[in-house]
């Protein structure tokens, strides 16, 4: 059974700190790895989805990257806002894009 | 497009009460999810729909009933609530094939059991 860990649950940055979030999965069968951000009491945005055969992924100020055989990845933001404050959850896709998602990191960004 | 829609967004209901939970989508998506979020927890997939008239359990679908008669509705039936079913649901949708591969999430609808 996939099992997917986020550590920590919670971390707190002052603004302008580059930081990096850490995702670890237990199944490296998996047709690809997502990074989502959820805001408090919203839906799922989608932030980053790196398929299976690549490395990495950039968007803006983020940028996802996959180790798929020793089942790791890392979401890094550049020069973090307050704005970026909100939940970054993790997951990954198996069989009939199943999603498993890890818990969820908390972030917030300090003035 | 307005995407994927759930409906009511909120719902207190009774020990014993059932009901539904709406979820539409307008994408012409073949795939559609429900999950749940429990405080401070990832989301559990409850049950899948891979078509108009196929679905399956998924990790979490004990207390649920799902049925999908066409492409666009994917309805959770809830039948006997229990304070265990305190949760936000999330429905999303998915059309395999894309080049992002994404799920695409609904707002949610937050439900408290009394």
């Known amino acids: 059974k996939q099992e997917v860990t986020q550590i920590p649950a919670a971390l707190s940055v002052p603004e302008g700190e580059n930081l990096v979030l850490n995702c670890s999965f237990t199944?490296?069968?998996?047709?690809?790895l997502q990074w989502f951000r959820q805001d408090p009491g919203k839906g799922l945005t989608s932030l980053l989805l790196?398929?299976?055969?690549?490395r990495e992924q950039t968007s803006g100020r983020l940028n996802a990257s996959l180790d798929k055989s020793s089942g790791r990845s890392t979401l890094y933001i550049a020069a973090s806002q307050p704005g970026d404050s909100a939940t970054y959850l993790c997951?990954?896709?198996?069989?009939?894009?199943?999603?498993?998602f890890g818990k969820g990191i908390t972030l917030s960004v300090r003035p | 497009n307005a995407g994927v829609t759930q409906t009511p967004k909120f719902r207190i209901l009774k020990i014993g009460q059932s009901m539904t939970l709406q979820c539409t989508q307008d994408m012409n998506h073949n795939y559609m999810y429900w999950y749940r979020q429990d405080p401070g927890m990832g989301l559990k997939l409850i049950y899948y729909s891979v078509g108009a008239g196929i679905t399956d359990k998924g990790e979490v679908p004990n207390g649920y009933n799902v049925s999908r008669s066409t492409t666009e509705d994917f309805p959770l039936r809830l039948e006997l609530a229990a304070p265990s079913q305190t949760s936000v649901y999330f429905c999303a949708s998915h059309k395999p094939g894309t080049y992002q591969e994404t799920q695409y999430f609904g707002p949610g609808t937050r439900l408290l059991v009394l």
């Open positions: 790196i398929q299976s055969s690549q």
């Open positions: 199944d490296s069968a998996i047709y690809n």
């Open positions: 997951a990954v896709t198996g069989a009939n894009s199943k999603l498993t």
